[in-house]
């Protein structure tokens, strides 16, 4: 039983974050830098400071880290595919060197997602739940009976990489018509400007939400398409886990009312069962919190959320 | 803990089939009689004389029971698609009532084919695995982290609705393009026969591997699609789950040469992650016996495979 609070940690390929976190999830201080680029030995010189800065010479009771993947888990050795400078970096035995004595646990971002919405926030009170991160890339974590699942090697939940178009288009995994190659950011954007957007301000996928609410119809073709990709996935995964509710997170959330449409109409045509036809989709409760939060979860709520070692 | 052999019942649309299994998983004796069309009462009555007869008088430490879906779980009130006469019938408190003082617990019949791969077949050793039955229907059942996945209403493992091709045909579950659809026996009888085969025997699936085998192409295609439909749901599950072995079991396994290398082509193909690319896929190993020894697994394997009350 761990008492006190936790520092939790989020390692991402723009951003590096930290935060210390009390036993009900209170974020009661953070802070953030730059990811350093290419250079590891700097990645990692700046995340020392960064934790020093945040911990201000206050004890804690352990560490939570939340990191992109992939990584060999629960060995917690760390290739994040935004972050080209770790390569088989053993964040976590580094970080457990930093701090003797303490549980030192490290998990998939979108597995500390999951964590977040299921202990604090929109999945609160469900036992069979799954969170979507749509982003720059598109990821996912499950929670079933109450536990969060890990898979064979502590990647289950990567739902980015449902197939919802078999001849579509290629995917950053080598496969082809994921989720992730339809519906992440940059593959909104990339996809209007082939169809003729004109942005009136950044070829991006914020300015590509913009443009859709003013009306424009190749940006709105790009939200139902990626919309529709969430639809077709969920229900497929609905179908799989038997879940009670899926939240939706991550940059793209942001434009739910152009994404919740097309995802609603394809989700109920295609979830017909008795289990999946009224499964609630809704978005995520706890913002770019959540990450730090479901890593403090790692170690505050190891009974759910944590089944490695230490 | 359980100990002693068990009583163990496998309810399906055309035969209803029971058996006594020891605590190794070894069928003692069995039997089955046709499940009698439509009459409600007649199905129960040619149930129980099915038990008496198997029983012969020596006592069982349990009863375990597969049936197909949907249910209510862990009620175990059951409605079998293929099973008019029982709607909302309540099997597992009947048999209750019948064996007082005994465990009686009763899953989908595909949460018993995964149970007893696992347990006893080609899934053994692994603790994460999904069985696949593709046969009238196609369904499925979980093993994750070395426990059956229930779901939120014991539904988990449906994959036969993992939705295949979007755009694909109408699903007897009312959704479309679903793996069913596409799949299952009669499906890709029909569908080969719009294709223009003629059938040199039955215009059944068992009679379109015959023809496939003879070089007939519409029935050689046929199998191509349903091949490659299982390999795209097989690479989205694995991808969702972080699976270490598929198992497919059921009537068009017997098929293994036809299905197995568009399977295989499509999976590989999709299904590119570091955890997916080398996901074993098998037919199942326990033949017909399967869902009577799962059956025997709820009780006889509780810790493992039985999440329910009682």
Redesign the interface.
Known sequence: MTTGPVLAVDVGGTKLAAAVVDQAGQVLRSSSRPTPAADGAAVWSTLVALLDDVLAGEPVAGVGIGCGG?MAWPAGVVSPLNLPGWRDFPLRARLAERFPGLPVRLHNDAIALVAAEHWRGAARG???ALAIIVATGVG?G?V??GQV??????????????????AGPD?G??????LEAVARGPALAAWALEQGWQPSGDATAAGLAVDARSGDQCAGAAFDRAGSALG??I???A??????VVVVGGGLSGSWDLLAPPLERTLR????????RTLPVVPAALGSAAFLVGAAALVLRGDAYW?GDG
Chains 1, 2 share one sequence.
């Not at 699942?149 to 990567?158: E, L, Q, R």
């Open positions: 992939p469900y036992d069979n996912g499950l079933q009976a699942v890990d898979g064979a090697t502590g990647n289950a939940g990567h739902v980015g990489h449902v197939v919802v178009e078999p995917c995994c080598g496969g082809r018509g994921c077709l996935a229900a497929s995964v179908a799989t886990c038997d879940l009670e045509r295609h979830a017909r069962l008795p289990f999946t089944h």
